[in-house]
Nanobody, 127 residues
Framework: EVQLQASGGGLVQAGGSLRLSCAAS????????IGWFRQAPGKEREGVSF????????VNANSVNGRFTISRDNAKNTVYLQMNNLQPEDTAAYFC????????????????????WGQGTQVTVSS
């Protein structure tokens, strides 16, 4: 059974840090493009950070560039999102998603590009 399990969310003060984890079962993450998305109440789900298969180069949304870092541990079949200098506007449910192969850059941001989704983990940043 293919599953993505997101974890690591919580409540943090502005300026603080969290590390989200996305553990996969049933497939090998290094063969997939992995994306982190977030959805705040009343807003659409938006792309945050992406890592294409077999690549170390990452793609980030402008709003998180320089603060968030996506990385992969192939041995653990897990992708992480390190979030530093968190701000209240980062408050959202965070989801990881996987797409087979290497997506072209323009497709990274489309929800429809991804076959598998995790259940989401809540991040709340207080001011």
């Amino acid at each position: 059974e293919v599953q993505l399990q997101a974890s690591g969310g919580g409540l943090v003060q502005a300026g603080g840090s969290l590390r989200l984890s996305c553990a996969a079962s049933g497939f090998t993450m290094r063969d997939y493009t992995i994306g982190w998305f977030r959805q705040a109440p009343g807003k659409e789900r938006e792309g945050v950070s992406f890592l294409r298969n077999s690549e170390s180069r990452t793609v980030n949304a402008n709003s998180v560039n320089g603060r968030f870092t996506i990385s992969r541990d192939n041995a653990k079949n897990t992708v992480y999102l390190q979030m530093n200098n968190l701000q209240p506007e980062d408050t959202a449910a965070y989801f990881c998603a996987a797409a087979k192969g290497r997506l072209i850059i323009s497709s990274l941001w489309s929800l429809a590009s991804y076959e598998y989704w995790g259940q989401g983990t809540q991040v709340t940043v207080s001011s």
